[in-house]
């Protein structure tokens, strides 16, 4: 790779209020390692790691906003109660001592929450704009109340207004992946008659006033960053938006109701969205947006996650030319790295210092030694 083009990655960046050491984001990936919903030195101990590795940005693991039912698994960690605000306090401290930046990604599964799994409160039933299962399509509940919807808006309220109040440095919303947001966004299982249904541009409503309540929660200047993806669980090529114009319709009603990056979710980077333009899905997000994107999906390695999980491929490392290409061409300006940073704290630094040789290869059996 260019040298010219690896000293890119490693610029720092001023987003905003949002200062950055270099490009490289810390992926959001899920843990299951808070017991009882506590994050403890251990997970600040995790994101410290990664901050003293070069690693610029930040974003944790999906956090629970306060409702019963947000939760696909135990161990999820919240970001409610005094015991968990402090855990997450804790955190903060430790990457700050370090001069890391770190955002929470606040989190409800919605219908991804399986009844008969093991949840905190097994009692809570999932909840969704109509009750729809995400694989199955089976509707398996009834659909959310005007009264439910307002109570999750203003639980993310309530979750953003914490995070800025133990001095994270922003916060992500999660509205990707077929989880609670993702799921008024698609109209598979989206089928409201009301105000929170209808065409793409009107099924952002309910992102919509969570993010205005969010921002009115932090003010003006504290960061909001909003993941979002066309594939869903169990359902990997589906797209929202089959082209530019439908994109933009779903994008720019978020980008006006106060979005200040845009985090797109693909399996493969590398891939491009539409036909006719070699623009990756953050690419597309900034030239119809106008506002600085995340790119992320399987950076570093060869084989995407969903591949690793369900047909037990191992990743091995792979070029990161393509990025640099990308990422130097300005079709977008943060890179969020999963997997190789789950599996290596120090692969920024190795990366930076040209010691890719030194690199942790991520396998399943090495997982359970990786955190």
């Not at 903060?92 to 093991?118: C, N």
């Not at 943060?334 to 991520?362: C, M, N, Q, T, Y």
């Given at each position: 790779?260019?040298?010219?083009?690896?000293?890119?990655?490693?610029?720092?960046?001023?987003?905003?209020?949002?200062?950055?050491?270099?490009?490289?984001?810390?992926?959001?990936?899920?843990?299951?390692?808070?017991?009882?919903?506590?994050?403890?030195?251990?997970?600040?101990?995790?994101?410290?790691?990664?901050?003293?590795?070069?690693?610029?940005?930040?974003?944790?693991?999906?956090?629970?906003?306060?409702?019963?039912?947000?939760?696909?698994?135990?161990?999820?960690?919240?970001?409610?109660?005094?015991?968990?605000?402090?855990?997450?306090?804790?955190?903060?401290?430790?990457?700050?001592?370090?001069?890391?930046?770190?955002?929470?990604?606040?989190?409800?599964?919605?219908?991804?929450?399986?009844?008969?799994?093991?949840?905190?409160?097994?009692?809570a039933l999932p909840i969704g704009p109509s009750g729809i299962d995400v694989?199955?399509?089976?509707?398996?509940?009834?659909?959310?109340?005007?009264?439910?919807?307002?109570?999750?808006?203003?639980?993310?309220?309530?979750?953003?207004?914490?995070?800025?109040?133990?001095?994270?440095?922003?916060?992500?919303?999660?509205?990707?992946?077929?989880?609670?947001?993702?799921?008024?966004?698609?109209?598979?299982?989206?089928?409201?008659?009301?105000?929170?249904?209808?065409?793409?541009?009107?099924?952002?409503?309910?992102?919509?006033?969570?993010?205005?309540?969010?921002?009115?929660?932090?003010?003006?200047?504290?960061?909001?960053?909003?993941?979002?993806?066309?594939?869903?669980?169990?359902?990997?090529?589906?797209?929202?938006?089959?082209?530019?114009?439908?994109?933009?319709?779903?994008?720019?009603?978020?980008?006006?109701?106060?979005?200040?990056?845009?985090?797109?979710?693909?399996?493969?980077?590398?891939?491009?969205?539409?036909?006719?333009?070699?623009?990756?899905?953050?690419?597309?997000?900034?030239?119809?947006?106008?506002?600085?994107?995340?790119?992320?999906?399987?950076?570093g390695l060869d084989t995407n996650v969903v591949d690793f999980f369900t047909?037990?491929?191992?990743?091995?490392?792979?070029?990161?030319?393509?990025?640099?290409?990308?990422?130097?061409?300005?079709?977008?300006?943060?890179?969020?790295?999963?997997?190789?940073?789950?599996?290596?704290?120090?692969?920024?630094?190795?990366?930076?210092?040209?010691?890719?040789?030194?690199?942790?290869?991520?396998?399943?059996?090495?997982?359970?030694?990786?955190?």
């Open positions: 790779m260019k040298t010219e083009n690896l000293d890119f990655l490693f610029q720092p960046i001023t987003i905003g209020k949002l200062d950055l050491s270099n490009r490289i984001v810390m992926a959001p990936m899920t843990r299951g390692f808070s017991p009882d919903g506590i994050p403890d030195s251990n997970v600040a101990a995790y994101y410290r790691r990664r901050a003293e590795n070069e690693v610029g940005l930040i974003i944790t693991e999906g956090t629970l906003i306060n409702h019963p039912a947000a939760a696909e698994g135990l161990g999820r960690p919240n970001f409610y109660g005094k015991h968990a605000l402090a855990g997450w306090a804790k955190v903060v401290e430790e990457v700050h001592k370090v001069d890391g930046k770190i955002i929470p990604q606040l989190w409800h599964v919605g219908m991804a929450r399986q009844i008969q799994g093991q949840n905190p409160n097994p009692e694989i199955s399509g089976k509707k398996v509940t009834q659909p959310m109340t005007r009264d439910e919807i307002h109570g999750i808006v203003d639980a993310f309220g309530e979750a953003a207004n914490q995070a800025k109040r133990l001095g994270f440095d922003g916060i992500e919303i999660h509205g990707a992946h077929g989880y609670l947001i993702d799921q008024f966004f698609w109209a598979r299982t989206n089928q409201r008659k009301d105000e929170y249904g209808g065409d793409l541009a009107a099924r952002t409503r309910f992102a919509i006033e969570i993010i205005k309540a969010c921002r009115s929660a932090v003010g003006n200047d504290f960061p909001i960053i909003f993941r979002f993806s066309q594939w869903k669980m169990g359902h990997y090529h589906e797209k929202m938006a089959n082209n530019p114009e439908e994109l933009a319709s779903f994008l720019t009603p978020l980008s006006d109701a106060g979005i200040d990056i845009f985090h797109a979710s693909t399996r493969r980077y590398w891939e491009p969205e539409f036909m006719n333009s070699p623009l990756n899905l953050a690419g597309w997000a900034k030239k119809l947006t106008g506002k600085p994107t995340i790119s992320v999906g399987s950076v047909e037990g491929k191992g990743a091995n490392h792979s070029s990161l030319t393509p990025l640099l290409e990308k990422l130097t061409h300005n079709e977008f300006d943060l890179v969020a790295v999963g997997r190789a940073l789950l599996a290596d704290p120090s692969w920024a630094v190795k990366v930076h210092h040209h010691r890719e040789s030194e690199l942790i290869s991520f396998t399943k059996a090495a997982m359970k030694t990786l955190f």
